[in-house]
């Protein structure tokens, strides 16, 4: 699969380039990426060379996977990242510390959800959602994208130390997309 760009009113979703490593081993360091994450802990800079030379482009070559970097514009600094696991039917996030609380990741997981149910996947009918239960900024971003809270069970991915944390998970339905309130304690409150 070649990697699409995509586009929302405010941002650019495009792939990851070399210029983008320094800013992911920064964004990185980040202790909730540490506690809400699977990525490597510490994160060093060869994780992000990794991750934007070799991983990103593998897996959008093989069709498994597609990685997007969030910019205000297609050559702008990287703020995020969106992911969509083709396979799983399910995307995953992270954004910047910095770059948090504009609504930019809702709004960027509103776009990969709409690729995947009309572009992507003919045929698809959901997009799932999971995090690590408690990560109540993640579930945020996905109520506001118009998921709805389904279950808590273990997480389908290994953590780093191999166990499967609890969860909390999440789906959009094509053609349906409303601010739901059956969420957790605390996720509804914004």
């Excluded at 699969?1 to 081993?25: F, G, H, K, W, Y």
């Excluded at 980040?30 to 802990?41: A, K, N, Q, S």
């Excluded at 969106?82 to 609504?103: C, Q």
Aim: charged share 20%; aromatic share 12%.
């Amino acid at each position: 699969m070649l990697p699409v760009e995509l586009r929302t009113e405010r941002l650019v979703l495009n792939p990851l380039v070399e210029s983008d490593i320094d800013a992911i081993t920064a964004y990185c360091q980040d202790p909730l990426f540490e506690r809400y994450l699977t990525v490597p802990w510490p994160y060093l800079r060869e994780h992000a060379a990794s991750f934007v030379n070799e991983l990103a482009p593998a897996w959008w070559a093989s069709g498994a996977e597609a990685t997007w970097a969030l910019r205000h514009e297609a050559d702008g600094p990287l703020l995020g990242v969106v992911s969509f696991r083709m396979e799983k039917h399910d995307l995953g996030f992270w954004i910047g510390a910095e770059h948090r609380g504009f609504g930019y990741m809702p709004e960027a997981v509103s776009r990969v959800a709409d690729w995947a149910l009309n572009e992507a996947i003919p045929g698809l009918e959901r997009v799932g959602w999971e995090c690590i239960a408690g990560n109540v900024a993640s579930a945020r971003v996905a109520r506001k994208a118009g998921f709805r809270f389904t279950h808590t069970a273990p997480s389908s991915l290994p953590d780093r130390d191999g166990a499967h944390p609890e969860s909390w998970f999440g789906a959009l339905d094509a053609g349906v997309r409303s601010i739901h309130e059956d969420w957790p304690a605390g996720v509804a409150q914004s």
